[in-house]
């Protein structure tokens, strides 16, 4: 029994030996911590497994993102290895570089010089104007010693005409046959004195014309020159050469006014004026 009981004594004193002896740790399952050393003053780092400061050489300041692994071996010895430092060139942000290239292009902007603006002085070229000659306001065709009038080209609004001594150069000395024949838009006519002669029917018809007065250098008056003329109240004669007839003038059944016909003496007589036209007679020397 005693044996048995030193024997248990003994083993119990191994087992309890060979439980304090150290222990080997194989090289590559030695436990690895990570640990972010901070930057100091004094170019020193803090061990995290004893405490102390671990000096660093030089001066140089350990970058705030730089990564140390502290290696634990079983022998208590802290060893601190750099496994990774990371240098980061912060590059410009985007609003930076749109200030940036805002601010050159401002500078190009001012730097660039304003062209003067030069005046232009723009002469005006001279319009050719195309002058088309007005028709006369009467028809005309050529006859011995100048024209004879045949018509009219333009109407008067207000139905006053004046035939003029000369038309394109040229003296009017008749009016044609028919001329004015029916014409509604004659109020007044003026004569020239260079007139000769005027044709058969030249006013026939003419019941706007109230007056007129023959030249003195008319020789010829056609027939029915006058006729049929409504309100044709007065004649005046200047022509001491004029040879009158009865189809000169209206009668009194062509008209609705009275007629007065003025004329020198031997023209016309008062009884001739009454028997032809059932009119008056006035003597006058124009």
């Known amino acids: 029994m005693i044996l048995l009981f030193v024997f248990l004594a003994l083993t119990v004193l191994i087992a309890a030996f060979l439980l304090n002896l150290p222990k080997a740790t194989p090289t590559n399952s030695t436990p690895v911590s990570t640990t972010t050393l901070p930057a100091v003053a004094n170019g020193t780092t803090t061990n995290t497994v004893t405490g102390e400061p671990t000096p660093t050489v030089g001066t140089t300041e350990t970058d705030p993102t730089t990564t140390v692994a502290t290696v634990l071996p079983a022998d208590g010895v802290t060893s601190t290895k750099m ?11 985007k609003t930076e570089t749109t200030t940036t290239a805002k601010a050159a ?8 010089t304003t062209k003067p603006v030069t005046a232009t002085t723009t002469t005006a070229k001279p319009t050719a104007t195309t002058t088309t000659a007005a028709a006369p306001p009467f028809a005309v065709r050529e006859v011995d010693g100048g024209v004879e009038i045949t018509g009219i080209n333009t109407t008067s609004p207000d139905g006053v005409y004046t035939i003029p001594a000369s038309i394109g150069g040229k003296t009017v000395v008749g009016i044609g046959n028919g001329a004015f024949y029916y014409n509604t838009s004659i109020k007044q006519m003026t004569l020239p004195d260079t007139l000769e002669y005027i044709g058969d029917q030249a006013f026939y018809h003419v019941n706007g014309l109230t007056s007129i007065t023959i030249p003195s250098r008319v020789t010829s008056l056609g027939y029915n020159a006058f006729t049929n003329c409504a309100n044709l109240s007065s004649v005046y004669i200047r022509s001491t050469a004029l040879d009158l007839g009865s189809g000169h003038f209206s009668t009194v059944y062509q008209r609705s006014v009275d007629l007065t016909i003025y004329a020198p003496p031997g023209v016309i007589t008062a009884t001739e004026a009454i028997l032809y036209w059932d009119a008056d007679y006035v003597e006058w020397n124009g």
């Open 105 to 112: 292009t401002t500078a190009k902007t001012t730097a660039a």
């Open 83 to 93: 496994t990774a430092s990371t240098a980061s060139t912060t590059a410009p942000s």
